[in-house]
């Protein structure tokens, strides 16, 4: 028999991979932890001396949770039809957390998740194991039950979609910042002029406020700068409790009254101007964010 105390020890050791690897494909943290505990389970009740590569093993049996949690999900249709963003990760933008840096150890971006949550789930999961992960066509082939040919097409048509609509964003942490606080002091101080200074002129916002039942929190998609800026004036109010934070590896805002986080707001920035920005503002989402970092300075 195997060990149970050398099984749990190899298991912890492929846990932060295979949370990435959920995560990335269901945009949800809380269903991703279920993911990998599901995979935990099936090994344990499993022939485990039997299996000759555990990392790949563990991540075939995650990956397929998570095809079938994606399917179950389409076919219930439990995303609201208005603007649902993904489980947003964050930190403070002078002290990274290794836990969520292990969980985006190549920057992804709310943008791309974004984009990931509008593909079918055979063609997500393709285009996550294989060009984020890299793993083998064959491997995800077991996956899905389908041939590696087949495969290769969902990840490449997958890739096309997310070339198309998510283009690299700035990765210069510093450039970020300052657009992110030049926004920020544009709402604070009401001036429209100097938030258009820093908007694409094609900018996207997507606001999502979950369940919220009043007519004017409702979840929306504004697009163009003007309408951007319309909309972020009316931030103004609540600009004094912002604070920059890093948003699943990119500069954002983090807004917190009473140590209650009120939204998380994240940026993609291109060429110097804000191309878009995602607000999540759904608080019972929110309730569930560990806020200890940013409350001790």
């Known amino acids: 028999m195997h060990d149970n105390d050398l099984l749990a020890q190899?298991?912890?050791?492929?846990?932060?991979?295979?949370?990435?690897?959920?995560y990335r494909i269901l945009g949800s943290l809380s269903e991703a932890e279920d993911a990998v505990q599901?995979?935990?389970?099936?090994?344990?009740?499993?022939?485990?001396?039997?299996?000759?590569?555990?990392?790949?093993w563990l991540t075939t049996v995650v990956s397929r949770v998570c095809l079938d949690a994606l399917r179950s999900r389409r076919s219930r249709r439990e995303e609201p039809l208005e603007v649902h963003l993904p489980d947003l990760l964050v930190s403070r933008v002078d002290a990274a957390d290794p836990e969520h840096e292990a969980m985006l150890a190549d920057s992804v971006g709310v943008a791309l998740q974004v984009v990931l949550a509008e593909l079918a789930p055979a063609e997500r999961v393709a285009f996550v194991l294989h060009d984020m992960f890299a793993t083998p066509f064959d491997e995800?082939?077991?996956?899905?039950?389908?041939?590696?040919?087949?495969?290769?097409?969902?990840?490449?048509?997958?890739?096309?979609?997310?070339?198309?609509?998510?283009?690299?964003?700035?990765?210069?942490?510093v450039l970020q910042r300052q657009v992110a606080e030049a926004f920020l002091a544009a709402s604070r101080g009401g001036d429209r002029d100097a938030l258009l200074a820093v908007l694409d002129p094609d900018v996207v916002l997507r606001v999502d406020n979950g369940d919220a039942a009043l007519p004017e929190s409702t979840s929306r998609r504004v697009a163009g700068a003007a309408a951007v800026a319309s909309q972020s004036l009316m931030f103004s109010s609540a600009a004094r409790y912002a604070r920059p934070a890093l948003v699943n590896g990119t500069v954002g805002i983090l807004t917190v009254r009473d140590d209650q986080?009120?939204?998380?707001?994240?940026?993609?920035?291109?060429?110097?101007?804000?191309?878009?920005?995602?607000?999540?503002?759904?608080?019972?989402?929110?309730?569930?964010?560990?806020?200890?970092?940013f409350s001790e300075g």
């Open 38 to 56: 599901e995979a935990w389970i099936r090994l344990s009740r499993s022939d485990a001396d039997s299996v000759e590569n555990l990392g790949g």
């Open 140 to 173: 995800i082939a077991d996956v899905m039950g389908r041939s590696p040919a087949a495969v290769r097409q969902l990840a490449s048509r997958a890739r096309r979609r997310v070339q198309g609509a998510a283009p690299p964003p700035e990765s210069d942490l």
């Open 10 to 22: 190899q298991f912890e050791e492929n846990r932060s991979r295979l949370r990435a690897v959920a």
């Open 261 to 293: 986080a009120l939204a998380v707001m994240a940026f993609t920035i291109r060429g110097g101007l804000i191309t878009e920005i995602h607000i999540l503002a759904d608080l019972d989402r929110l309730s569930r964010l560990d806020l200890v970092a």
